[in-house]
Structures are given as C-alpha cells and as structure tokens.
C-alpha cells in the first residue's frame, strides 16, 4: 500500500488532503515501526527475492489501524486492492516483531 500510494504521489495525482495524510501517516509509520530494507538491503531486490512484499502480522493492530485510510485513498483513485490475511503467505525472508516480509509461493525456490 505505501507503494501504491507513494507511487500516486509521484505522479501528483493526490490532492492537498490525500498527501497531507500522505505524509503525516507515512511519518507515523517511519517513526513506530522498521523499515525492512534498512536491517537487509538485500530484501526488495528483485533477482534475489523475487515478488518480496512485507504483511503486517495481526498481532500489530497499531499499525493495522491505519491502513484503511490508505486504502480509501486508492479505492479514490480506481487503484484496485484487497486486504489480505494468511497463515502462510511464503518464504520468510524477515521479520521482526510486527511483520514478515515474504517471497511469495509461486516465486520461491528450493
């Protein structure tokens, strides 16, 4: 979703109010919990860890509780997204105690 959205911005599609939201919860987030990236910078990449993308775990409801005013945001923009929860959304390749970031199955290897 900070993808989706950050991408949105870039682009200037927003308006005054979606990227003050924008900011201020992309702040919030920058301030309570870790970027992957910053502990492996290896974690994105797309050769080594193809389709890696990051799920909160339920048990970080304070980060989850900001989530649906991104999505109204996409929804506003046509940008098509569903939440999704799984017990098992792939190969782990971190963690911490908010969040897995994960290849999913169809890309994982060995």
């Known amino acids: 979703m ?3 959205l950050n991408g949105l911005a870039g682009q200037g ?10 900011r201020a ?10 970027d992957p ?6 974690v994105y990449d797309r050769d080594i860890n193809p389709g890696a993308a990051a799920w909160f775990k339920a048990s970080a409801g304070h980060l989850i509780q900001r989530v649906p005013g991104y999505l109204a945001i996409l929804a506003a923009h046509d940008v ?15 963690e911490d105690d908010d ?5 999913p199955h ?5």
């Open 2 to 4: 900070f993808g989706l």
């Open 13 to 22: 599609l927003l308006s005054e109010a979606e990227e003050a939201f924008r």
């Open 25 to 34: 919860n992309n702040a919030w987030y920058e301030a309570n919990f870790t």
């Open 37 to 42: 990236a910053t502990v492996d910078p290896t």
């Open 80 to 94: 098509q997204c569903v939440r999704l929860e799984s017990a098992d959304p792939g190969r782990i390749i971190y």
């Open 99 to 103: 969040q897995v970031v994960v290849v």
């Open 106 to 110: 169809s890309h994982a290897t060995g």
